[in-house]
C-alpha cells in the first residue's frame, strides 16, 4: 500500500509505503503523482517512508524498474526513512541504480530527510 503524504508541496514529494507493492500502488498512486510533479518542473524530490514493509509482487518490481527508467533524469534525491537493517541496505542499493542522491533516515529521525529535501528545493 501507497499513499501520498500530506507534507509533500511543490517538487518534493513523499509517500508512505507499507506491505507489499503491487501495480496498482505504482498505477493509482505512485506513477501519477510522480508525472504531476515533473510536468510543474524538470526535478523532483521523492521521499519514502518505510513501515512494515514487505517489498514488491513480481509486476509491482517491475513497475519500479519501469518507473527508475522512466524518472532517472528527473528524480535528484531520494530519502528513505525505515527502521530495519535491510531498508538501510535496500537505500544503498539504490545508488547504483538512479542518478539521484540516495540517502537513509532513522524512523526517529525522519523530520531530517524532510530538511535534507529542503536543502535541494533551496538550493
Partial sequence: MIYKLHQ???DIIGFHVSGKLTDEDYSGTFV???ARVREQGDQINLLLELEDFHGWD???LWDDFKVGLSYRDAI???AIIGDKTWEEWMAKLMKVFTKAEVRYFEHERGHRAWIWLREQEEG
Fill in 8 to 10: 509533500s508541496a511543490g
Fill in 58 to 60: 513480481a509486476h509491482g
Fill in 32 to 34: 501519477p503523482e510522480l
Fill in 76 to 78: 535528484i534525491r531520494i
